[in-house]
């Protein structure tokens, strides 16, 4: 089993827009979730994954994850077998001094919302601070995919 560490932030500005060494669409939808764990399905250009994640303790939480077939993860899409609404984003890899954060520029419902992602090895791993990243987000609670999924960006008051 897996620990996830990761820091989110907003962004200052756009500058981060000239670094970027690969965008990936991405859609995912949550199979199941309690205040306990979440089930979640990522469609992410011609792979797909099924993740199981754990309640976050800090930035850290436990983590499992697989790799299923493509058209798995298309027949559940298309099929509605989710419980809450999709959450569509491209992802954009950006390398910065040995890290790569991956800033996601959501979509549909989530319209206009933009988040700098970082996983690191530890909670305190220090990490790179460049001008474009803005306020940490890391525990506004908001900001979690599967709040995002269960109330849109877009409708935030």
Do not use: C
């Not at 970027?20 to 250009?45: D, F, I, N, W």
């Amino acid at each position: 089993m897996g620990t996830e560490i990761e820091r989110k932030f907003l962004l200052a500005s756009d500058a981060w827009r000239s670094k970027v060494e690969r965008s990936v669409p991405m859609v995912q939808v949550y199979l199941a979730h309690t205040p306990q764990s979440q089930v979640r399905l990522r469609r992410t250009g011609d792979k797909a994954y099924v993740t199981v994640k754990g309640a976050k303790t800090g930035i850290s939480r436990a983590e499992i994850e697989t790799q299923v077939p493509v058209s798995f993860a298309d027949q559940i899409v298309e099929a509605r077998l989710y419980v809450l609404s999709p959450v569509v984003k491209t992802r954009h890899l950006v390398p910065v001094d040995g890290h790569v954060f991956e800033i996601d520029e959501y979509a549909e419902a989530n319209a206009g919302l933009v988040v700098a992602e970082l996983e690191l090895a530890a909670e305190d791993t220090p990490y790179p601070q460049p001008d474009w990243l803005g306020e940490e987000v890391s525990a506004d609670p908001r900001y979690a995919n599967l709040a995002l999924a269960e109330s849109p960006y877009t409708t935030w008051a």
